[in-house]
């Protein structure tokens, strides 16, 4: 095993984190976009994403029905949380 034990539950921990964040700013970006304000950079979604907050960029798409028309949006949230998912159950061997 690559990684055990504590090292695989700091990860998950930075993983909800960073997922949690990401959702909440699709959240907070939709709610800026109906008021017509200031809104977030479309590079900060990616780079919450790549980071490790992918799932919960998407899981803010779908739940605030925001950004769900670009397609580097409904394509490139899934890849990368197919390969996201690949990295953790590698190194983790979750099975």
Not at 44 to 66: D, I, P, T, Y
Request: with cysteine; glycine share 10%; net charge positive.
């Amino acid at each position: 095993m690559l990684m055990e034990g504590i090292y695989c539950k700091i990860l998950l921990i930075y993983l909800l984190l960073l997922n949690i964040s990401n959702f909440m700013l699709f959240g907070w970006d939709k709610q800026r976009a109906r008021r017509g304000e200031w809104r977030s950079r479309e590079s900060s979604f990616f780079l919450l994403a790549l980071l490790g907050g992918s799932l919960g960029g998407w899981l803010g798409m779908r739940v605030f029905h925001h950004k769900t028309r670009h397609l580097k949006f409904r394509w490139g949230f899934p890849l990368i949380i197919l390969l996201q998912l690949c990295l953790v159950f590698y190194f983790c061997k979750i099975s």
